[in-house]
């Protein structure tokens, strides 16, 4: 069964720590994505990679940064965790075809959150 | 400006009976309309797709979707809704993003289920 895996389901991190969220996928998709959700703002978008190595900022991306140095692995790293970067995030990816670009597999989250 | 809309934040339902989420998108050029669905704790799972021909779609879990491009709509319903219906409901619109593709989210639309 294909899948993209966010390898913590929870994590608690102390404000000013940097914090590493790792996203890994296995069905050979260019296009990787990190958001964060938060009650009543949706679905926010972090960073994206289209390739390996290449990186996009999204709508929110201060306070985040991410690296791509495997097609299967998408990291966020939180550079000095804060607060309000406690929050659900989630990874996903989607393939580079037209069209099929769209379709995106989501993993089930990290729940972090940041005392 | 591209947006998606979905204008009821929470609904309530009782088991068996019918249901209808509301999505209204913003975007200039012919879309590409999805619903995903998060279950809680959980990523979101696509539910269905419109690209183009029929403008009715069936999805899984007895899902389907009507696209009406004079409402500017696209209106996921269920004749009728298991406990287990319960979760979080996405409309998004695809775009194009210079020579890449991404989806446009609503905020979400979450449903309760009374048995």
């Known amino acids: 069964d294909v899948k993209v895996t966010q390898s913590s389901r929870y994590l608690v991190k102390r404000t000013g720590e940097k914090v590493f969220l790792e996203c890994v996928q296995d069905m050979d998709h260019e296009n990787m994505f990190w958001y964060r959700q938060d009650p009543g703002l949706g679905l926010r978008l972090i960073y994206f990679s289209y390739d390996v190595k290449m990186k996009e900022k999204g709508d929110i991306p201060e306070g985040y940064s991410v690296s791509r140095e495997k097609k299967e692995r998408f990291s966020l790293i939180l550079e000095s965790a804060s607060t309000n970067q406690t929050s659900m995030y989630l990874c996903?990816?989607?393939?580079?075809?037209?069209?099929?670009?769209?379709?995106?597999?989501f993993g089930s989250g990290t729940r972090l959150t940041v005392v | 400006a591209q947006s998606v809309t979905q204008p009821d934040i929470h609904i309530t339902v009782s088991e068996g009976a019918s249901l209808e989420l509301r999505c209204n998108y913003s975007y200039g050029a012919t879309p590409y309309l999805f619903w995903y669905v998060q279950s809680p704790g959980q990523g979101l799972q696509l539910l269905l797709k419109?690209?183009?021909?029929d403008t009715l779609v069936q999805g899984i879990k007895g899902f389907e979707a009507e696209f009406k491009r004079s409402q500017s709509s696209f209106n996921l319903r269920k004749p009728s809704v298991h406990w287990s219906d319960a979760a979080e409901y996405f409309c998004?619109?695809?775009?194009?993003?210079?020579?890449?593709?991404?989806?446009?989210w609503g905020l979400g639309t979450s449903l309760a289920v009374n048995p």
């Open positions: 998004a619109v695809g775009v194009r993003d210079g020579n890449n593709r991404k989806l446009i």
């Open positions: 419109y690209f183009s021909g």
């Open positions: 996903a990816s989607s393939p580079s075809t037209p069209i099929r670009q769209y379709g995106y597999t």
